[in-house]
């Protein structure tokens, strides 16, 4: 992870691994890198989410692209079962100051939760929902058949 010295990245990677139990996030390898020579790994930015349009600036406090201020990123990096570019989480806009819910929320999108779902977007940012989905993921191997699927339960 490259934070940016974006204040608000550690202590939701802090949550998230303490919520799950182990160590997940490499904080040290690319930290000092330069941005421009970072050809794998999360790069957090600060006044860089996306906001369309026309948009609702409180709906679009954070993303997950392959660039600061854009929308769009590939799931291909993201395959297969490991970050293969650098994935950008953008924090906020120039109407909008992300919480650390919302933090949380796109660190999620990074580690691989591409769609929202109940506990994930669809309602809050994070949500009771959200832990239990984020540790089946990730105690699972990669290309674990659905049928044998083990659910990892986490206590909210």
Not at 72 to 85: I, K, Q
Request: glycine fraction near 12%.
């Amino acid at each position: 992870m490259k934070t940016n010295g974006e204040a608000r990245a550690v202590p939701a990677m802090d949550a998230v691994e303490a919520k799950l139990g182990y160590v997940i996030f490499d904080r040290a390898s690319i930290e000092s890198a330069d941005e421009a020579t970072i050809t794998r790994g999360i790069v957090f930015r600060q006044g860089t989410a996306y906001l369309p349009a026309g948009g609702n600036p409180q709906a679009f406090c954070g993303n997950v692209s392959d660039a600061p201020f854009s929308g769009g990123w590939s799931a291909s990096m993201l395959s297969p079962g490991e970050l293969t570019g650098r994935i950008y989480v953008n924090l906020d806009n120039p109407q909008c100051v992300a919480d650390g819910e919302i933090v949380i929320h796109e660190i999620g999108h990074a580690m691989g939760l591409a769609t929202h779902f109940k506990g994930f977007g669809d309602d809050d940012a994070i949500g009771p929902e959200f832990w239990p989905v984020l540790a089946t993921l990730y105690a699972n191997p990669i290309g674990t058949p659905k049928a044998s699927v083990v659910i990892k339960q986490i206590k909210n």
